[in-house]
T-cell receptor, first 110, second 115 residues
Framework: QKEVEQNSGPLSVPEGAIASLNCTYSDRGSQSFFWYRQYSGKSPELIMSIYSNGDKEDGRFTAQLNKASQYVSLLIRDSQPSDSATYLCASNNAGNMLTFGGGTRLMVKP | DAGVIQSPRHEVTEMGQEVTLRCKPISGHNSLFWYRQTMMRGLELLIYFNNNVPIDDSGMPEDRFSAKMPNASFSTLKIQPSEPRDSAVYFC?????????????FGDGTRLSIL
């Protein structure tokens, strides 16, 4: 069974700190990886995608991929209370289906 | 650009009634997905369509659930008869297949409550 694993949290960080969210996946055939943010009562919103080993930066967000270790992470710099949400990691193999992790709840405290 | 549009946003109905959820994907997208999200089970894929054809319906919980996509602009998910355990948020998502690594874009969801 293809799985994506995340720590459910909550991960609590103070405002201004770096939040580090982690994800592991079991399917070595996975080619694309996505991070979605979901506020309570809202739908998942795509915030980052990554396809190659290494880092990809977009504003305060950095996605990291290590295919050898089957590990994906999301770093949020200068965390704000508005970043408090559940973050879903998803992987995509050669097909078009996404496998989602259970999500990590992030709490940024003022 | 308009995103994925779902209706209704909220549905409250009694057990045994038929429920129909609707979805309009992003124009030009050729894949459509129906998900169900609950606290206990997280986000579950129910069925997905590629070019209006159902490709994988292994996530459909039972025969009470059915989904159709009569054209590229419209899909329905039907539950008949509905049961209280069907209460959840149902999301529709769409993406473009065949254009590299394309993510899925979600609608606002339908919050379904079966009494």
């Amino acid at each position: 069974q293809k799985e994506v694993e995340q720590n459910s949290g909550p991960l609590s960080v103070p405002e201004g700190a770096i939040a580090s969210l982690n994800c592991t996946y079991s399917d070595r055939g996975s080619q694309s990886f996505f991070w979605y943010r979901q506020y309570s009562g809202k739908s998942p919103e795509l915030i980052m995608s990554i396809y190659s080993n290494g880092d990809k930066e977009d504003g305060r967000f950095t996605a990291q991929l290590n295919k050898a270790s089957q590990y994906v992470s999301l770093l949020i710099r200068d965390s704000q209370p508005s970043d408090s949400a559940t973050y879903l990691c998803a992987s995509n193999n050669a097909g078009n289906m996404l496998t989602f992790g259970g999500g990590t709840r992030l709490m940024v405290k003022p | 650009d308009a995103g994925v549009i779902q209706s209704p946003r909220h549905e409250v109905t009694e057990m045994g009634q038929e429920v129909t959820l609707r979805c309009k994907p992003i124009s030009g997208h050729n894949s459509l997905f129906w998900y169900r999200q609950t606290m206990m089970r997280g986000l579950e894929l129910l069925i997905y369509f590629n070019n209006n054809v159902p490709i994988d319906d292994s996530g459909m919980p039972e025969d009470r659930f059915s989904a159709k996509m009569p054209n590229a602009s419209f899909s329905t998910l039907k539950i008949q008869p509905s049961e209280p355990r069907d209460s959840a948020v149902y999301f529709c998502a769409s993406s473009l297949v065949g254009a590299g690594h394309q993510p899925q874009h979600f609608g606002d969801g339908t919050r379904l409550s079966i009494l």
